[in-house]
């Protein structure tokens, strides 16, 4: 259930890029059980991470407080409309709700005009699109080799991990 205290805490952290150099203004807290379990702001530039986004760090803090990879359950508050990557992470967390303040249209107005010194932009359409796309019809090449190679890693830990295991616990596609 939405709580407009939860929104208002995704702003206050995004507002603190305003005096933290290498910050952008995109705050997000998750939340379990009315409570604030993980907060993350855009770190991107002041970290070299580009994937430092504030829903993903916020992510990265309620996972690693609550020794979890699992965030079923939880609801993501955030200062501006999730990009793609955001969503992505979002849904391999398992998060449950997203509520976020600011539209990408509004952000994009908001900060579209400034320099590439000022900021690490996204084309947040862009990486949308190409997300969605299988390998062979994204912009960026690809090219596969050594499959076989890798695959054998593959098989040999599954059989090491399974034999270990009671009930399988691992669902889904196999991915990277
Ligand atoms: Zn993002």
């Excluded at 939860?6 to 150099?21: K, Q």
């Excluded at 992510?59 to 079923?72: F, G, N, P, S």
């Excluded at 054998?152 to 889904?172: D, E, I, N």
């Amino acid at each position: 259930m939405y709580e407009d205290r939860f929104m208002r805490r995704a702003i206050e952290i995004s507002a603190r890029a305003l005096d933290t150099p290498g910050t952008e203004p995109f705050g997000a807290v998750v939340v379990r059980e009315g409570r604030i379990v993980g907060e993350g702001i855009n770190r991107s530039r002041l970290d070299y991470d580009p994937t430092s986004h504030g829903e993903t760090e916020a992510i990265r803090d309620a996972c690693r407080k609550l020794e979890t990879v699992d965030l079923r359950g939880c609801d993501l508050y955030t200062s501006c409309e999730p990009c793609a990557l955001c969503v992505a992470a979002m849904e391999i967390a398992g998060i449950s709700q997203l509520y976020y303040a600011a539209g990408l249209a509004e952000a994009n107005a908001a900060i579209s005009d400034l320099p590439d010194s000022a900021r690490h932009s996204i084309d947040s359409r862009h990486l949308r699109t190409q997300c969605g796309r299988p390998v062979e019809e994204r912009s960026m090449p690809s090219q596969q080799s050594l499959s076989a190679d890798a695959t054998a890693v593959l098989v040999a830990w599954a059989r090491k991990v399974g034999a270990g295991a009671k009930t399988p616990t691992v669902s889904g596609a196999p991915e990277g």
